[in-house]
Structures are given as structure tokens and as C-alpha cells.
């Protein structure tokens, strides 16, 4: 088997099905950086899948909650759309796992700056 091939399940022309054309593009270009980095293999596909699929989710909501007649109601009782407030939830959620997959320029700062582990001598 030719070690150079890519897994299947992991290419970037086999980004998840249920996901949209702008879905895909931000897997594949997630996939790019964290090749990139050597970060790259099947269990992080899945979470850059699972945090492109709550994007998609808080993208919907905010549709939802800027809708004109849920803006009316929410001018006029003062309240928030809990549309609104479900997609910052979810937003907030994606922007966690993007900082675990060091896909913000922050967390990529934050490894940069912790110096490598010096390993300790065992025994006397």
C-alpha cells in the first residue's frame, strides 16, 4: 500500500456529504492548515467536520433570528431572538474546538510560546 495516498474518508475531495458548498470549502481549507502543521489524521477530520457542521447550524439560526417578523417582536418586547441566542451558544462551541485544533492564530501563538518539555533523567 502506497503510505503517500491519502485515506479516503480523510481527503479533501470526500469532505462530508451533508455539508454545503461554503462547508466545504472551510473543511478543505481547515484540512490544508493542519496538514500543514503534521496535525492532520481521521480523529481530527471528524472534529473539523463536527465544528464546520455547528457553523452551518449558527449560520441557520442567525437567519432565523434576523427574519423581519421575529426582528419586530424582539424590538418590541426588548427581548433577545433565542434563536439568537442558541447561535452565539453554538458559535461559541465551534470557536472551542477551532482553539483545541489550533486553527486560531491565538492558539497557534499560545504552542509557540510554551518551550518543549526538557526531558528529566531517571534514576540517580
Same mark, same amino acid.
Given at each position: 500500500?502506497d503510505?503517500?495516498?491519502?485515506? #479516503?474518508? #480523510?481527503?479533501r475531495?470526500?469532505?462530508p %456529504? ?6 466545504r $470549502?472551510?473543511?478543505?481549507a481547515c484540512q *490544508?492548515?493542519? =496538514? ?6 481521521? +480523529? +481530527? @477530520?471528524? &472534529?473539523? $467536520? ?5 457553523? &452551518? #447550524?449558527?449560520?441557520?439560526?442567525? @437567519? &432565523?433570528? %434576523? ?5 419586530d417582536?424582539?424590538?418590541? *418586547?426588548?427581548?433577545?431572538?433565542? @434563536?439568537?441566542?442558541? $447561535? ?5 462551541e ?5 482553539? &483545541? ?6 492558539a =497557534?501563538r ?5 518551550? $518543549?518539555?526538557t526531558?528529566? %533523567?531517571?534514576?540517580?
Amino acid at each position: 500500500m502506497d503510505r503517500r495516498r491519502r485515506n #479516503t474518508a #480523510t481527503s479533501r475531495r470526500n469532505a462530508p %456529504s451533508d455539508l454545503d458548498p461554503d462547508g466545504r $470549502a472551510l473543511f478543505g481549507a481547515c484540512q *490544508d492548515k493542519l =496538514r500543514a502543521l503534521n496535525l492532520w489524521d481521521d +480523529v +481530527v @477530520a471528524d &472534529q473539523v $467536520a463536527r465544528m464546520v457542521r455547528l457553523l &452551518q #447550524t449558527a449560520r441557520k439560526l442567525r @437567519a &432565523q433570528a %434576523s427574519a423581519p417578523d421575529v426582528l419586530d417582536a424582539t424590538v418590541a *418586547d426588548g427581548t433577545v431572538s433565542p @434563536a439568537l441566542v442558541h $447561535a452565539l451558544d453554538v458559535e461559541r462551541e465551534a470557536r472551542m474546538l477551532a482553539e &483545541q485544533l489550533l486553527l486560531t492564530p491565538a492558539a =497557534r501563538r499560545r504552542v509557540a510560546r510554551t518551550p $518543549a518539555a526538557t526531558p528529566r %533523567s531517571v534514576g540517580v
